[in-house]
């Protein structure tokens, strides 16, 4: 028997395995492309191979990214508000059909549920959600407004930047939900650096964004 094993080899195998979507040729533009360049969209929808896919560092952020929003999903858990994840919302008329998957749909009444219920936080976090989840209690005793939340998670220094504006390819990406839902999104950044948030709303009649 060896006298210790490996994680960190291990770990960080695991993290390097390419989890990007297969590259097909369709029909369709995704959401968080709407405000990106016409060119990347265009070969993307050819179904054209990237000749410079994203490498080992932008897929560990990915993984990151996803770690962040799966904090935001137990957070509403516990509230009782998450009504659905990952939810596809498709626009089907001219000039093409539009799809993305919004990161959650939350609203309705706010109850704490049982840490039994629900996959356990560290302690310390656990905390802070249930601080979050009376807060809610508290100033929306009526309940909340079911709403789309998209989350995006940056490192510090973007943070930043996105709280004095949002970008713009976020903005009409979380408008395309707010608009075939006929509800607002909640257009929220972290920052990995230090769980600092910022948010915008997305309204479904922004006839600024409507016309952008």
């Not at 959401?31 to 969209?41: P, T, V």
Request: a negative charge; charged letters at 25%.
């Amino acid at each position: 028997m060896s006298k210790a094993w490996n994680l960190t080899s291990i770990w960080n195998e695991s993290l390097d395995v390419d989890n990007q979507r297969e590259v097909v040729a369709r029909d369709y533009a995704w959401a968080s492309e709407l405000g990106g360049s016409f060119y990347d969209r265009y070969w993307k929808m050819k179904g054209r191979i990237p000749t410079t896919p994203p490498n080992l560092r932008a897929r560990r952020k990915f993984q990151g990214g996803n770690l962040t929003e799966w904090i935001v999903l137990q957070i509403l858990s516990r509230a009782g508000v998450l009504k659905s994840s990952q939810e596809y919302i498709t626009y089907e008329g001219d000039p093409m059909r539009v799809t993305g998957k919004a990161d959650f749909v939350a609203g309705g009444e706010i109850q704490l549920l049982s840490e039994s219920d629900l996959l356990a936080l560290p302690e310390s976090f656990a905390a802070v959600a249930e601080s979050i989840v009376t807060k809610l209690q508290e100033s929306h005793p009526e309940g909340l407004r079911h709403v789309n939340i998209e989350v995006k998670s940056c490192a510090g220094m973007m943070f930043e930047r996105y709280e004095l504006a949002p970008s713009p390819q976020h903005e009409l990406q979380a408008f395309h939900y707010a608009l075939n839902t006929d509800r607002p999104t909640l257009l929220i950044y972290v920052s990995r650096d230090d769980f600092r948030i910022c948010q915008y709303i997305i309204l479904p009649d922004d006839q600024k964004l409507l016309k952008r």
